[in-house]
Every structure is written in C-alpha cells, then in structure tokens.
C-alpha cells in the first residue's frame, strides 16, 4: 500500500525498509491511529494528529472510590495528567474526570489542554477560585502532593510531544550534512576529473616512457578510452627505442635517414641529424676534393662544419688547374705513353725536359725511356705493349719559387702487353709533373688488380 512518509509526506510503500527521500525507517516501524486514522511511527507513542494513544482506546477506564464523609465521588482516571497551581504555590498532580453527581458548593472546572507544549502557570481568577474551593478539595489535593513529592516522576504526554517535535529539527540538520556532503563528494570528483584530464595531455605529449607510467599508476580509474591511448604510446616509444639501438649500432648515413623517414617526432631527432653532418663531413674530408666538399655544403646547407669547408674549397681552387692547363697536361702524358707503344725516343723526347724523373729515378734522360722499354717492356717473346689513359682524377697548380708554374696531375691507366703465349694486362696510377709545357716527372705505381665478383648459384 502507498502511505505517506510520516516524516517528509513523500509517497512511498508501507513495505519499504527506508524513505528514499528522508531515510526514515518504514517496514515494521509505523502503525495506524484507530482514533483519527492517521499513520504515524511507532516510536512516536502518540497521534500527532489527535494527540491519543492506542492504550487510550483500548483500555478500560479505571474507577478510583474515596470515603463517602469526603462528600465526593469517585473519579475516572486516564492515560495522562493535567498540572495546577493552587493558592500556596504548589505544582499538585491530579486526575481529571466530570464527576456524575456535581456539588452544590464547589464547581471547580479545569479545561484539556491540547497544545503539544506543557501548560502555562494558572491565571488570576483560576487561583481565586481554587482559594474559594471548599475544604473537600483541599482534603483530595493533599494526598495527591505528598504523593507526587515521593514518588519518581514519569515523562507526561506533553513531554512525549516535546520530544518528537525535535524530529523535523534532526531531519533538518541531517538533510543538511548529507547535502553538503553530496557537494563535497561532486567538488572532489570535479576537482579528480579536471586533475586527470590534465595529467592525460602532459603524459600523451611527453614521449617519455617513466611520466605516462607514472600517469597509469596514479590514475587507475580514468576513462579507458585514456588509459589504452597512453599504454599504446607506451608500447609504440618501447619499440621505437629497440630500433634506436639497431641504428646505433649500425652508425651509418642511410640507416640513420632510414630511422628519421620513419620516425618523424622522435626524441632523438637532434642527435640524429649531428650523427648524419659529422658523419658526412668525415666522408668529404676523406676524399679531400672540391666534388666532395662542394657536395657536403650542397645536401647539408646548415651543417656545422659549412665554414671549414668553404676554406678547404678555397685552397683548392686557388691550387686547381684550369681545364685548359688540365687538358695541356694530360697530352702530354698521352704522347708519352705513345712514344712507348711505338718504340719512338723521337716522340718521347718531344714531350719531356733535358733531365727528367724517371720511375723514381731524378736526371733521366730519354737514353733511360729507351733502356727500360729494352729491357722491361720489349722482351723477345713480345708483340706489342699497349698502354690506356683513364680520366683524370686530380690536377693542381702551384706556384714555384722562382715564379714558375707546376702543373700536377693524376691519372689511372692501363697496360696490356700481347705475347706469343697470350696478352696480360696490369693497372697502374700515373702521376706526372708538367713545367713549361714539359714533363719534368713521371712514375706510375702498379694497382692491385679489382676483385672478380663471385658467381652464385
């Protein structure tokens, strides 16, 4: 059945164990007055509404008799006591009830009170009348006085009704705490919430492993959607350092630019670029040319080490030959070798100073070419000897002492003699020194021959 809370009126089941708008119990704590009807809790002990008990109804009235020399009548007692004062000024407990024969010589009338407050001290005229009350109910009062001076006092109705008019007051302040206990608990998890979204966005654009960790410990009960982002990014900064370590170890130009293609934000993108400059700076210094360091400063513009190679260019274009004392050069080498495959000491000596370097050898002459080609190139079993020019790989100019020029150059070559047995051929690296439009040097330093590449199956 739906009944109204007893306390707050908000409509709930008579078999429901609390109020789910105050939190009073309901179940087995209410009862129904059988006087007025109303509901009402157990523990309150009388109606709020008429102010009766369940014992008032059901009990029958109990019937007192006194002496008939008192000349009065028995009087009916109930469940609650009424207080007067009379003319000495003593609070006298008595029991109330209409007598059914009424004296002729005293009419003493006091009212029920019904306030839910203890009644107030009689008025004026109630205190004359008890002092005109006539000896008979002097005689019935003082009993009464002695009587409740040595017994215990009991808690009257009116103290019940005060007592239970402090309920709406504790339901109050109880409302009260548990609001503001809601309040705080939804400051606290606002407060919570904005402290994890936070910590989120700091832990997702760290790229540190040991902060989004320290995230996931502190905030267990984030929102999942959060928590699997940041264990990814986890996951994904783990591997990207297990391929950082690969790279390391390779330490190379194209594996590092192979990692920074592939991992654009990583952390190590700095050190990564350093690596790259320094190791190609040391790839131009080897090679030591113009190529080199002018390719250093074309694919690194910002490299660090752009100015030293601005001055290694410098010197060596100020020490560069021009292409046509390059090309000057490179004939005369040419008509050399030429000279040689001919057996022509004409040719060879129209190419060379009167005293020359000679394969190491300083104050050759072209008697020297002819006694090496004699003795070292043209043996019996020969048929001819060949030599190829390669490309020039380097020519310089330096300016001599005594205002000259000196022209030197570098080129590889090839010699390939055909016997009656079959050809051979050998490589070397020619280098020879121009003057004046004259070779005053030349050697050549036999290479080793390139590797044959392996067949494979």
Not at 320 to 334: F, G, M, N, Y
């Amino acid at each position: 059945m739906i009944i109204k809370c007893p306390e707050c009126g908000h409509q709930v089941s008579d078999k429901a164990p609390v109020c789910p708008s105050c939190g009073v119990e309901i179940a087995g704590h209410i009862t129904k007055c059988s006087h007025c009807g109303e509901i009402y809790l157990k523990e309150d002990i009388i109606c709020p509404n008429c102010h009766c008990t369940e014992e008032s109804h059901n009990e029958a009235p109990k019937v007192e008799e006194t002496p008939k020399d008192r000349q009065t009548e028995a009087v009916k007692t109930t469940d609650y006591h009424e207080s007067t004062t009379v003319a000495t000024g003593q609070i006298v407990d008595f029991i109330i009830e209409e007598t059914p024969t009424p004296q002729p010589t005293e009419n003493i009338e006091v009212e029920k009170d019904t306030e839910p407050f203890p009644t107030p001290p009689p008025t004026a005229p109630q205190q004359v009348i008890a002092e005109e009350a006539p000896t008979t109910q002097e005689v019935v009062a003082e009993p009464l006085v002695a009587q409740s001076l040595t017994q215990d006092p009991t808690p009257t109705e009116t103290d019940k009704e005060k007592n239970n008019n402090h309920l709406p007051l504790l339901v109050s302040v109880l409302l009260a705490l548990l609001t503001a206990a809601l309040f705080v608990f939804l400051y606290n998890k606002k407060s919570n919430t904005s402290n994890e979204a936070e910590a989120y966005e700091t832990a997702m654009s760290s790229n540190d492993i040991e902060v989004m960790n320290t995230y996931l410990n502190d905030h267990s009960n984030a929102p999942i959607a959060h928590l699997r982002a940041v264990k990814a990014q986890v996951q994904k900064l783990k591997q990207e350092n297990a391929d950082w370590e690969e790279v390391l170890k390779a330490n190379n130009i194209t594996t590092y630019e192979s990692y920074l293609a592939g991992h654009p934000k990583t952390v190590h993108k700095a050190e990564i670029v350093k690596r790259i400059d320094e190791l190609a700076w040391a790839e131009a210094t080897r090679l030591d040319n113009e190529a080199s360091y002018l390719g250093y400063k074309e694919k690194y513009p910002n490299g660090v080490h752009n100015k030293e190679a601005d001055e290694k260019l410098k010197v060596l274009l100020d020490n560069t030959s021009s292409p046509d004392e390059q090309r000057v050069a490179e004939s005369l080498v040419r008509d050399f070798l030429r000279g040689i495959n001919t057996k022509s000491t004409e040719k060879i000596a129209a190419v060379v100073a009167t005293q020359f370097s000679f394969l190491g050898a300083s104050g050759a002459t072209t008697k020297d070419v002819a006694t090496y080609m004699r003795e070292r190139l043209y043996q019996a079993d020969v048929k001819s000897v060949n030599w190829h020019l390669g490309s020039t790989t380097a020519a310089t100019t330096d300016k001599m002492d005594d205002g000259s020029v000196m022209q030197t150059i570098k080129i590889p070559a090839q010699l390939v003699i055909e016997r009656e047995g079959g050809k051979s051929s050998k490589r070397f690296a020619i280098q020879a020194k121009v003057q004046d439009k004259r070779i005053v040097s030349i050697n050549w330093v036999q290479q080793a021959a390139p590797a044959k590449p392996t067949e494979t199956e």
